[in-house]
């Protein structure tokens, strides 16, 4: 009997304990790809486990290919359904771990190429600044289709450089006193969706540098 539990534990319990296992390893230490690999992995074979042990416990021959078939026409949604948790934890980890590049002296985005660049992208916010000057500038929003409109009025932002500053402030325990740029003249384009999300380009004619904060939704 004892023999008996051992051998019910290790093929039922054991190869299923040591997956969820290295899962939990992989999200506490944030090694995202290999965490995702073997989720997608872990879950397409639970989902062919299920198939096959349906088609073996269905003794005719119409309800076999039955199942398989309402099985695998239901496998998309179940597998998205499935990848719920997956796109939690990426979320969650972009947020707390975000994607930083500082003083880049050039950085190729928005077809174009920034000088002395700096780069911020989490979950909620993703933000470029770099120096550029006002033909490149001009050149750069006609390529993207931007609308730009003359600033007619002082416009204050967060910029990454900021956004880079404060996060690296919360992950070390210390308060900073938020440090807004105050552009005075240049060039805007304001493009936003109903739900929040959208698109901030400033142009600072002073500081000869673009601003471009996109918010995801």
């Not at 807004?180 to 901030?200: C, E, H, I, K, M």
Request: some cysteine; aromatic content about 14%; charged content about 20%.
């Amino acid at each position: 009997m004892k023999e008996q539990f051992k051998k019910f534990v290790r093929n039922k319990y054991f190869p299923h304990g040591a997956v969820i296992s290295v899962l939990i390893v992989l999200a506490f230490f944030g090694w995202m790809t290999p965490f995702m690999l073997l989720y997608i992995g872990y879950l397409l074979y639970l989902f062919a486990k299920l198939i096959i042990l349906i088609v073996k416990d269905t003794k005719s021959r119409l309800l076999k290919y039955l199942s398989a078939f309402v099985l695998c026409f239901g496998l998309a949604p179940g597998f998205a359904i499935g990848m719920i948790p997956l796109w939690f934890i990426s979320v969650v980890h972009l947020q707390n771990n975000p994607e930083i590049k500082q003083n880049v002296p050039e950085y190729k985005t928005w077809n174009t190429t920034l000088r002395n660049a700096s780069f911020f992208n989490s979950y909620t916010v993703t933000a470029w600044e770099g120096e550029i000057n006002e033909k490149d500038f001009l050149a750069m929003a006609k390529h993207n289709s931007w609308d730009i409109k003359p600033l007619e009025k002082p416009f204050i932002l967060d910029p990454a450089s900021e956004l880079i500053r404060q996060h690296q402030a919360e992950k070390a325990g210390r308060r900073v006193v938020p440090q807004a740029v105050d552009v005075a003249g240049g060039y805007s384009f304001n493009r936003r969706q109903p739900n929040g999300g959208g698109t901030l380009v400033v142009w600072d004619k002073l500081r000869q540098k673009v601003y471009i904060i996109s918010n995801p939704r």
